[in-house]
């Protein structure tokens, strides 16, 4: 079954929007596999954010990830990749729309809250790197996410 990896960035940690996040993806019926509030450090946001070390930005960036704790997340569920991405919200909240994370609780492009993985394959990396100690495995009864049609 498809997983993605969900972080809720230090601002959405300070003010205090991890329960309403969680639940977001909870009710949609995804499934929680793993979760962990931690303070990472530049060289770990670095690698994180490795593919956008080029751009103006990345320095900041960097900066506001390692600035507070952030809660580490391994969402699953059919289409959990894309769904869940919408479910955040266009990356500049100027333009994500209401009713997403972004669109609802965010106004700064460098304050967007949440990240989300873009891809199966960089979900697949990012869980790797976020949880090298493994996730929980257990099937959730209410959405066994076994049917394929
Ligand atoms: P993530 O889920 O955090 O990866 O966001 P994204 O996939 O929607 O966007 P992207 O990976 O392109 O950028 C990563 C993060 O960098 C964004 O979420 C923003 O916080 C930040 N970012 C992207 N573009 C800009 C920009 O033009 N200016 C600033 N200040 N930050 C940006
Ligand atoms: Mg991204």
Do not use: C
């Amino acid at each position: 079954m498809e997983q993605t990896f969900i972080m809720i960035k230090p601002d959405g940690v300070q003010r205090g929007l991890v329960g309403e996040i969680i639940s977001r993806f909870e009710k949609k019926g995804f499934s929680l596999k793993g979760l962990k509030l931690i303070n990472v450090d530049r060289p770990f946001a670095e690698k994180h954010y490795a593919d956008l070390s080029a751009k103006p930005f990345f320095n900041g960036l960097v900066e506001y990830i390692i600035s507070g704790p952030v809660v580490a997340m391994v969402w699953e569920g059919k289409n959990v990749v894309v769904t869940g991405r919408k479910i955040i919200g266009a990356t500049n909240p100027a333009e994500s729309a209401p009713g997403t994370i972004r669109g609802d609780f965010a106004i700064d492009i460098g304050r967007n809250v949440i990240h989300g993985s873009d891809a199966v394959e960089s979900a697949r990396k990012e869980i790797a790197l976020w949880f090298p100690e493994g996730i929980v495995t257990w099937q959730s009864s209410a959405h066994p996410g076994s049917t394929s049609s």
